[in-house]
């Protein structure tokens, strides 16, 4: 942020597109891209993960096109279900696959949804509110198969574990920073598989989508050739400052290493809770699990404001309870120490 104070105190307004903002936007989009296991060039910078979905719902045709459903998942982020759900309005039918528990969806009724009909499966890679992860790869086969388009949220994911962009051959990613990637706010990111690009056409768009921005030339818009014609406007500047630190420690660590360090205290945090009974509302199964551990207790603010008094920060989700996500910036001490202080609380 003092770099981005620093570059507006010298930066005439003419010069600072050519000098740093137009290539800042790409360096972030790749250093993500990186991180995500995509190529190079397959992720446009966006306003927030919500912005980047509806960039998505916006390429999409329902009216005239046979493919009108998009197959979703109760375990969705709120985001995702309101713009699925608006999508109605423009000739969509949403089919929203159910929970028991709401914990897990389970794998069987996510590709029984899938038909000839579907467009798009839009799916949480890991849910916010269980840590839930699902198999991307019998989804994009199945779905594929059928002729449909898969896009995986995964702001819940990128940073904490391996993703594997390219050879899942998934279709769209959307996500943004403020969680695992260690990054500041309002910077969302919207991955497109590279050979997928140039068929679309989004409606959501804007000057800087144009093969020649600063051509500032009538309509009709003449899409760029690159990812870049799913951006919008002018990027917020701040943010990618804001973002760039966070993303070259995570790739300097590893997410392989992450992984198996939050594996690891995941294990061990689940075995804790479940040896003294107390509810935990994420899979047990570390190959269905995010980086997150859900734990149930019955008043999950208050919790959350005592545990903080005593230095341990965790956030919560109504009707779930204690979202517990260690980080690699953690030691395996302090996890311990976390869970027994919970303990004492409980
Ligand atoms: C899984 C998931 N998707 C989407 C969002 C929303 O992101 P944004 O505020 O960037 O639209 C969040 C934010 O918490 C999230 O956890």
């Given at each position: 942020m003092l770099a981005y104070f620093d570059a507006w105190e010298h930066h005439t307004s003419e010069d600072a597109w050519a000098t740093s903002w137009w290539e800042m936007s790409m360096q972030v989009g790749d250093l993500i891209a990186k991180i995500v296991s995509g190529?190079?060039?397959?992720i446009q910078i966006q306003p927030n993960a919500s912005i980047a979905l509806a960039s998505v719902a916006s390429?999409?045709?329902?009216?005239?096109?046979?493919?009108n459903k998009i197959v979703t998942s109760a375990l969705d982020f709120p985001s995702m279900k309101y713009i699925w759900d608006a999508q109605q309005r423009v000739g969509a039918r949403v089919e929203v696959v159910p929970s028991d528990d709401g914990v897990e969806v389970p794998l069987e009724r996510i590709l029984d949804a899938i038909d000839d009909r579907t467009a798009l499966v839009a799916l949480?890679?890991?849910?916010?509110?269980?840590s839930h992860r699902v198999d991307v790869e019998a989804i994009v086969e199945r779905a594929h198969r059928d002729g449909a388009l898969v896009l995986l949220d995964v702001y819940q994911s990128a940073g904490a574990m391996e993703l594997k962009a390219s050879d899942w051959d998934v279709d769209f990613m959307i996500g943004g920073?403020?969680?695992?990637?260690c990054g500041g706010p309002a910077c969302g990111y919207l991955y497109v598989r590279p050979e997928l690009q140039s068929e679309l056409e989004p409606r959501?768009?804007?000057?800087?989508?144009?093969?020649?921005?600063?051509?500032?030339?009538?309509?009709p818009i003449r899409y760029d050739n690159s990812v870049r014609r799913f951006a919008q406007g002018t990027p917020s500047i701040p943010a990618l400052y804001s973002v760039l630190p966070g993303l070259q420690i995570i790739e300097e660590v590893g997410v392989k290493t992450i992984r198996e360090e939050s594996e690891r205290r995941t294990e061990f945090m689940i075995d804790f809770a479940l040896e003294r009974g107390w509810k935990v509302n994420s899979p047990h199964d570390v190959n269905q699990r995010g980086g997150s551990v859900m734990i149930y207790v019955d008043d999950g603010p208050a919790m959350v404001k005592r545990l903080g008094e005593r230095k341990v920060f965790v956030d919560c989700r109504p009707g779930v309870g204690l979202r517990i996500s260690p980080h690699f910036f953690n030691t395996d001490e302090e996890v311990r120490e976390a869970m027994e202080i919970l303990a004492e609380l409980i």
């Open positions: 190529a190079r060039g397959s390429c999409l045709d329902f009216k005239s096109s046979k493919r949480s890679h890991v849910s916010f509110r269980s920073t403020i969680k695992w990637l959501l768009t804007g000057w800087v989508a144009h093969e020649a921005p600063f051509d500032f030339a009538p309509p």
